[in-house]
């Protein structure tokens, strides 16, 4: 079957999926999407996807579903629940997870889909809601190579590099690790400019030299700006790095690492959650140190 003829579905319509299915469609792709809210679905509907009403449809529908819903059992319900996309979806089927989930819950899938003949792809994005809407996210890929092949012209449509990491749940073990150190970075940004602004110094201009020196990061020149500013509108709202953060420790717990910088940004990411702040973007970190 050429890429052409794939019937594409997907499941999670958020601020990172709604982008995607539009990339898809752009590409002439056929896609049926689900959503619990029909509202959800509609401006998508009017772009040309197909809604329906189970994730079990969607299943029925497509010949390779997308998913991109908040943890593992997200993941696990939306395909293997009673009315879950594997219900409908034909032996020789392919799933491309999206989501950020455990390494081991990656793995624990794809065996169960290996069993009636699907494949799975962990393939946790980064990039963010920007990279989304642009279609220039980094990918992280799990599983066969003959599932990277298939999924490649799916995922061409968003995507602006596509690493594959090795056998199911390399893709979610590389992106734990991705989060652990865009965590910590960001608290070291955190640190920085709340020090600077301490000590009277404009956090802005200390933010600017160091975005010329050896200090530089993206993750200082994104959230560092909106931490100087103090402009905490939601981008990727705070509380989900807490799930992140928690895969994070429960893998480094099953392979005997320590993690003593992640454990104080995780700290301080439950003061911010503690503080009603966890639907504002992470550089609302900042108020954590202040």
């Not at 991705?178 to 400019?193: D, F, P």
């Amino acid at each position: 079957m050429s890429s052409t003829q794939e019937r594409i579905g997907f499941i999670g319509l958020g601020t990172m999926g709604a982008p995607l299915v539009g990339h898809l469609l752009a590409r002439g792709f056929a896609v049926t999407v689900y959503a619990r809210r029909p509202e959800v679905a509609a401006p998508l509907v009017a772009l040309g996807a197909t809604a329906v009403g189970t994730p079990r449809d969607v299943g029925a529908a497509s010949d390779v579903v997308c998913t991109m819903v908040t943890a593992t059992a997200d993941v696990e319900a939306v395909l293997c629940g009673e009315d879950g996309v594997c219900q409908g979806l034909r032996p020789g089927g392919l799933v491309i997870d999206l989501s950020t989930i455990a390494p081991e819950g990656a793995r624990r899938l794809a065996e169960r889909l290996e069993a009636q003949g699907i494949a799975l792809l962990d393939a946790p994005v980064s990039g963010g809601p920007e990279g989304a809407r642009q279609g220039s996210l980094t990918i992280m890929a799990g599983g066969s190579a003959e599932a990277l092949t298939r999924a490649e012209p799916v995922l061409a449509a968003f995507s602006a590099r596509v690493f594959h990491m090795g056998p199911s749940g390399a893709g979610q073990t590389t992106k734990a690790c991705h989060q652990l150190l865009l965590l910590i970075t960001a608290e070291g940004v955190a640190e920085s400019l709340a020090l600077a602004a301490k000590a009277g110094v404009d956090p802005g201009k200390v933010r600017e030299v160091m975005l010329q020196a050896m200090a530089s990061s993206r993750v200082l020149d994104r959230f560092g700006a909106s931490m100087a500013a103090r402009n905490f509108a939601p981008g990727i709202p705070a509380k989900l790095y807490r799930k992140d953060l928690q895969i994070v420790r429960e893998f480094a717990d099953s392979v005997g690492a320590s993690l003593p910088a992640g454990d104080v940004v995780r700290a301080n990411v439950a003061k911010v959650l503690e503080a009603g702040r966890g639907d504002e973007d992470l550089s609302v970190l900042i108020t954590a140190l202040e």
